[in-house]
């Protein structure tokens, strides 16, 4: 599978998964179980990880690898104190059908189009690999909700975190700690340095993980990614592409293209309600 269209799988799938974490109704959702919604991060970390069960910091913070252990263990395993892993995965299907009831309305939800669309994600999801990939692996042994937008809603969760369980593969080959991971990224142009500020790193981590990078040559005195810093970066994302096409080998191309083409119109909707920030610690539009 030619790695561009599996990319632009990731980009028309990512916004129907991630619309969650910014929503209305998730923060409602979230509230009714208990959890303090200041901010997204209680809710946050409980909706991605419940998946898991009711583990602990270290296991939470090794699969999302680029949050600061302390950051981690602000939330984790507080959450399970909140709410059961169980009662968070319930909550977390109720807030996405108000979430897609809303933006997209019951006729596109009841449209063949949506069904369809909801068939061919579940066998790419169905098809991933699921080997040395523990979020994936954790929404694969979730039962499947009956409504087509949740099947989709699903789908599109099982293949990010599948494509983020590679990427987490590649940094780590690639030699980029989870700090390191966070500021080379930086450097490339994925988005501004306070983007990353809510991965929870302290000054003096940032610090130290650029000079680790600036004496591996990857990075200038200014901060800056030299030529080997983004050929780097470069290759790590040509290695997280390559991992995760094998879903859409599976599909096939013609499938594939399908999905792109019914995933258009509730990715523009989804896009254009303004609940996911323009700049993102993903690099989705920049890299």
């Known amino acids: 599978m030619d790695t561009a ?8 799938l990512e916004p129907l998964h991630s619309v969650l974490y910014y929503a209305p109704e998730a923060f409602d959702e979230a509230a009714a179980l208990g959890y303090e ?35 981690v263990a602000r939330h984790v395993p ?38 369809e669309a909801a068939d061919l994600a ?21 039962p499947w909700p009956e409504a087509p937008h949740l099947v989709l809603w699903q789908a ?5 975190e599948h494509r983020g369980d590679g990427h987490i593969a590649a940094l780590i080959a690639a030699g980029l700690d989870p700090a390191e ?13 306070p983007v990353f500020e809510s991965r929870g790193w302290s000054e003096d ?13 990857l990075l200038a005195t200014d901060g800056a990614a030299t030529a080997e810093g983004h050929a780097l970066r470069a290759e ?9 096409a094998g879903p859409w080998t599976a599909l096939g191309p013609e499938a594939t293209t399908r999905l792109a083409d019914l995933l258009g119109g509730p990715w523009l909707t989804i896009i254009g309600s303004g609940l996911l920030p323009s700049e993102n610690t993903l690099g989705i539009g920049k890299i």
């Open 5 to 12: 269209r599996v990319r632009q799988m990731w980009h028309l």
């Open 37 to 71: 919604t200041a901010d997204r991060w209680p809710s946050y970390f409980a909706w991605r990880a419940a998946a898991l069960g009711p583990v602990g910091p270290v296991r939470v913070a090794s699969a999302f690898y680029g949050f600061s252990p302390e950051k």
């Open 78 to 115: 507080a959450a399970w104190e909140v709410a059961t892993p169980a009662d968070v995965l319930a909550a977390r299907l109720r807030a996405v059908d108000r979430i897609y009831r809303r933006l997209l309305g019951d006729e596109t939800l009841g449209s063949p189009e949506l069904a």
């Open 122 to 142: 579940r066998r790419a999801a169905g098809s991933a690999g699921l080997e040395g990939r523990p979020l994936a692996a954790a929404h694969a042994e979730l």
């Open 156 to 160: 599109a969760t099982i293949l990010r």
């Open 181 to 193: 991971s966070l500021v080379s990224f930086a450097a490339v142009g994925a988005a501004p340095e």
């Open 205 to 217: 981590a940032w610090a130290a993980a650029r000079e680790r990078l600036t004496a591996r040559g």
């Open 236 to 244: 790590v994302e040509r290695r997280t592409d390559e991992l995760a």
